[in-house]
């Protein structure tokens, strides 16, 4: 589709190909952003582009940009209406030529009513021909209207696209990927840096690539309208001779992400055990080498000897029975030492994969996983496989982890893995086999500091049936809990989770009455579109006496019983899994124990802490249950029925979990952690809204 920009790439200093067959171009400058869209419609005068900003993709919680050119009579009905996936029906802003640009939202696979507060402008009329369209638009980054979503600094946002003809009409295609806008901190993540050293790897001429999908255009240097036309021209310059140049390169990058080029591994036998390949001997530290823990200060390890190895599903054919399919096989990790785990990149082997998530298990499955095993997880990873240690949704690709850090695997704790993929086939195709997973970085010489996921999150759940808005009590990580931090710690990653029933959730950060943006918020959330996500730069540090509080709500208007947690398919959860450094082993938990019957008291605690206390808890409860039984003249049987609510409970007052209060295992919640001053209502956005 595109050609090295020739000219003068500050006009334009950033290129992202979205797909073969739809470029964005933007250029950031002061407090405003320029895009440029580019799709290859076929250059009919009718084409509409669609480019929106979404929690993971798709259509719900969506800040939607349309630019439709004029109705033609001679359209061909191609992309004819239908019930999904349609552009915006009115509204807008007339611009030049008859062609409109439409701000719009979404909160459903509907078509998308126009924003009340229009807040992009068209800067020229777009240019059709040569079989592709070219719009020019400008924004705020922050336009403090609650229908928007703010551009964020530093870290990647979901960015769907999609073009058609005969506004408004369906698509005639559509997409999801992830982008960089204002790419400062990059090296937070290394996201460029992987597809660099992946393609270098298979002797790709990286230079060419990067050239490729990286031009830029003449003419927006001060975003003014006399200025717009030659920007159009300029981004139309840049996308001639596309269809040789830049698909070619496109798709190089491409195969380092599918079947086509992958890794020897993914190659496995009908029925065969998922493979871990790629796993060498043991290697020891290097002579004079330390394990370091805490601080935050960047140590980069130099020529790293790096292994790899693939976890992917057993060479399963996709069932054909079902549009959606939850499937999981279970995998060992190399355990003969410790090794750190440093990136990652998606193997992606079908059209037809939605999500993947690599489950970390608290334990070895039991009855032993045998070679080729899938069952059906819609949960997480089955039984004792709920931490989100590595995921990938469409536009993700793959990363590389801080230079300083790396995840450990090899530890009782990151052995056992389930890799969870799910399967959309609403053609009810047959025959489609899959080997799809993950290729796994990891190298025996550690790295500075561990990563750590610390566990946040509600267990208390005891949903009605036949609520349209049912909201958790908030779950709160306590400022006693954090202030045991000897260090700041660095979040990374968020990795928000709930089942069917989930709408809502959110982990807000609060800092001296003050609220900081959220954690992790995903307003509009959607079981089918789960991803971890980067955490915002405001938000990312952890200080000593910092809170976090989460909330779920849910819709359980489809339930007749009550719903309540757990693992299985019909139960829910409410948990945010927060990649941070350096791992704290006392820091796995950090949860109040509404679930125990004592919102006032919380768990903060790593595993060894949190198995003695959920034991005390356990033998406590039985105890109970059995003076209960006895005064109320009932036989003493175990009952495996689980109450509508926890019992209220006096936990500071049970002898047995007074260790764990003297250790700090266990600490007390003030009431003074949940009030302050809220954030975002002085700007607010489509991705957090604070509670009136």
Known sequence: MHVPFQGRSSDFPHCALLSPAFALHWAVRGDNITLGLDADTGGHPDSWLGLALSDAGGMKGADIIVVAGPPSPASDGEGADGPDGDAAAGGGLLGPGGWRVIDAYSLNFVRPPADPQQDVTLLSAPLSGANHTVAVVTRRLRTCDPWDRHIQVGIPQTVGWAYGRGWPSKHLARGDSSVFFVPEADRLWGAANATARAAKSRGLNVTSITAAISGAAKGVANGVA????????????????????????????????????????????????????????????????????????????????????????????????????????????????????????????????????????????????KAGDVYECLSAGGDGCTTHYVGWAPGKMGIDYPPNVGLPIGETDSTYFALQVHYNNPERVSGVVDASGFELRYTPRLRPYDAGILTLGQQAIAIPPGQRRFTLKPNVCPSTCTSRLT?????????????????????????????????????????????????????????????????????????????????????????????????????????????????????????????????????????????????????????????????????????????????????????????????????????YMPEA
């Open 226 to 369: 006399d200025g717009a036309t030659a920007a159009a021209n300029s981004v139309a310059d840049a996308a001639k001779g596309v269809a040789t140049a830049a698909k070619g390169a496109f798709q190089k990058v491409a195969n380092l992400f599918s079947d086509s080029d992958g890794p020897e591994a993914v190659s496995t036998s009908a029925g065969a055990e998922p493979r871990v390949a790629g796993a060498s001997g043991p290697a020891e530290r290097e002579e004079g080498e330390e394990e370091v823990k805490g601080g935050l200060a960047a140590s980069v390890t130099l020529n790293e000897p790096m292994q790899e190895l693939t976890v992917v599903m057993p060479n399963i054919t996709v069932p054909d029975n079902a549009t959606t399919n939850y499937l999981c096989t279970r995998v060992t990790l190399p355990s003969d030492r410790k090794y750190h785990l440093v990136g990652f990149r998606a193997i992606v082997q079908s059209p037809l994969i939605h999500h993947m998530i690599l489950f970390a298990c608290d334990r070895p499955p039991n009855p032993p996983a």
């Open 487 to 687: 260090t700041p710690l660095r979040l990374l990653a968020s990795g928000l989770h709930m089942h069917t029933l989930g709408r809502s959730i959110v982990t807000q950060h609060i800092r001296n009455g003050t609220e900081l943006p959220p954690v992790g918020s995903k307003r509009f959330y959607d079981f089918d579109y789960q991803s971890s996500d980067p955490v915002p730069l405001d938000s990312s540090i952890l200080a000593p006496g910092d809170v976090l509080i989460t909330t779920c709500t849910y819709d359980s208007r489809g339930r007749t019983n009550v719903t309540r947690y757990g693992e299985g398919t019909e139960d829910e959860m409410c948990f945010n899994f927060v990649l941070y450094y350096p791992k704290n082993p006392d820091f796995l938990y950090c949860a109040s124990l509404d679930a125990a019957g004592d919102p006032r008291v919380a768990l903060c605690a790593g595993s060894n802490a949190t198995a003695a206390i959920t034991g005390t808890l356990r033998r406590a409860a039985r105890g109970r249950n059995a003076t209960a039984r006895a005064a109320a003249g009932t036989a003493a049987v175990e009952t495996t029925t689980r109450p509508a609510a926890p019992a209220s409970a006096n936990l500071s007052a049970v002898p047995a979990l007074a260790p764990f209060f003297r250790s700090g295992s266990l600490v007390r919640v003030p009431p003074a952690d949940s009030v302050y001053e809220p954030h975002g209502r002085e700007c607010p956005d489509m991705s």
